[in-house]
């Protein structure tokens, strides 16, 4: 007896995606800052010192043409009004002459000699000071604070997680036929 068996394997589909997880971001903070800085505003008169040296340097005789010129002015009008009063002073005695005095001897020696009798002394100089003055200096200033504004924010950390699948189809089952035939028994005999 003929038994046909036959067997058909089972034919499996099977597909896998790995997991997959994605990051975007990573949580840091951007820096951004607002900067206002600081403002320093000033003004300086700065202190002079004014030396005034006209006066020692004049007594040196280091006048400038000014004072140079005023003192010869001066001096000029005095050697006058001495002259005049001399004059005026030989005239009065010439006046007295009747009584029994003659003032010609005495006013020719004094013409003559006396008046130009110096005497000299020595002095250092100069002996005064030079003037000094001082004009204060100033400062004034503005003073404006700086700030600094932190407008940071955190980054999102955004993640998106695919698992790990396993995708499997059967395109066939398994399977075992049994078959029987019957036998062809046709004999010539």
């Known amino acids: 007896m003929p038994i046909i068996i036959s067997q058909q394997p ?14 975007n971001g990573n949580g840091a903070k951007t820096l951004n800052l607002n900067i206002q800085k600081p403002e320093l505003e000033m003004e300086i008169k700065h202190p002079k010192v004014k030396i005034d040296q006209s006066e020692p340097f004049a007594e040196a005789g280091l006048k400038n043409i000014k004072a140079f010129m005023e003192d010869n002015i001066s001096f000029g009008r005095q050697i006058i009004a001495g002259g005049v009063s001399r004059i005026v002073s ?9 009584n029994d005095y ?6 020719a020696i004094s013409n003559a000699y006396d008046m130009f009798d110096k005497e000299f002394n020595y002095g250092a100089i100069p002996t005064s000071r030079p003037t000094i003055t001082l004009d204060e200096g100033k400062v004034n200033y503005s003073f404006r604070r700086g700030s600094v504004s932190n407008q940071s924010q955190q980054q999102k950390v955004q993640m998106s997680y695919t698992p790990y699948q396993v995708n499997y189809s059967i395109s066939q089952y398994n399977s075992i036929n049994f078959r029987y035939e019957k036998p062809n028994y046709d004999f010539m005999v």
């Open 10 to 23: 089972i034919v499996m589909n099977i597909s896998s995606t790995p997991g997959k997880l994605s990051q």
């Open 90 to 98: 030989q005239g009065n005695e010439l006046k007295e002459i009747q």
């Open 102 to 107: 003659d003032p010609i001897p005495d006013q």
